[in-house]
């Protein structure tokens, strides 16, 4: 009768080590949970002190709009980026410095399409002794109804920004759309509008994977070239655009 008692009681106690195991364990957990909670929120931290360029805080491929032309921009297919950029440069060297026209251009792509066509349907015909099947080439009205919405609402978006600059709204806003008009149309006097556009066209296929690829190092550069203006841009205000009188148009506001 006495061995009953000892084997409840060590039945017992090895129950209580497994309750107390489980505790510590989840107590580790929880501990362990906490600290990476807390790492987390210490790295979130740490990358919102940050400074990004132009003050981004999504990806580069989310701020070009993501999906194909991101893609394309920032080089996720090497064929198809390159092939776009070597259409653009073959387009250029064509009309740049070949000198063709574009409607002579236009002109002979249709003179060999149709030529081409004319051969290939006489072929099938005398060959096959049946006419040839050519499918019927048409634009959609929903996907040229899309881009015509598209397009007006950047535009109408553009002339709004147009007017809130216009409106005086945001000095400084004003002045760096007039330096950058200024500088457009010193770089205009260069180039035309077709290598200016293919410039273009060139740095948008090279900036932004080159910023993607060094973001950690050109972030830095970039945050003390902003501090640099700033300071510039505090003594132009206090020398330049602090005795600019504004008291006639504060009144007519209150008035």
């Not at 409106?167 to 260069?190: N, Q, Y």
């Not at 006639?248 to 209150?254: D, F, H, I, M, T």
């Amino acid at each position: 009768m006495a061995e009953e008692p000892e084997s409840t009681v060590t039945s017992h106690e090895s129950l209580i080590e497994k309750i107390a195991d489980k505790i510590k364990g989840h107590d580790s957990s929880s501990s362990s949970d906490s600290d990476s909670d807390s790492e987390k929120t210490v790295a979130s931290s740490i990358k919102q002190n940050v400074f990004r360029l132009f003050g981004r805080e999504r990806p580069v491929h989310s701020v070009l709009g993501g999906g194909k032309p991101a893609d394309v921009l920032l080089w996720r297919n090497k064929k198809i980026s390159g092939g776009v950029l070597g259409g653009a440069t073959a387009v250029w060297i064509l009309f740049e410095l070949l000198e063709y026209n574009l409607l002579t251009l236009v002109c002979h792509i249709l003179i060999l399409l149709l030529a081409g066509l004319f051969l290939w349907s006489n072929a099938q015909t005398f060959i096959y002794k049946k006419e040839p099947h050519i499918p019927h080439v048409h634009i959609p009205e929903e996907s040229f109804l899309q881009v015509a919405s598209a397009l007006r609402i950047e535009i109408n978006a553009g002339l709004s920004a147009l007017r809130d600059i216009g409106a005086g709204k945001d000095l400084k806003k004003f002045l760096i759309v007039i330096a950058g008009l200024w500088v457009l149309s010193i770089i205009a006097t260069w180039c035309n509008f077709l290598t200016l556009f293919y410039i273009t066209f060139v740095l948008l296929h090279t900036v932004p994977v080159v910023y993607d690829k060094y973001e950690d190092k050109i972030d830095p550069l970039a945050e003390k070239a902003f501090i640099e203006f700033k300071k510039q841009y505090a003594v132009f205000d206090e020398k330049v655009l602090s005795k600019i009188p504004k008291g006639p148009l504060k009144a007519k506001k209150l008035a």
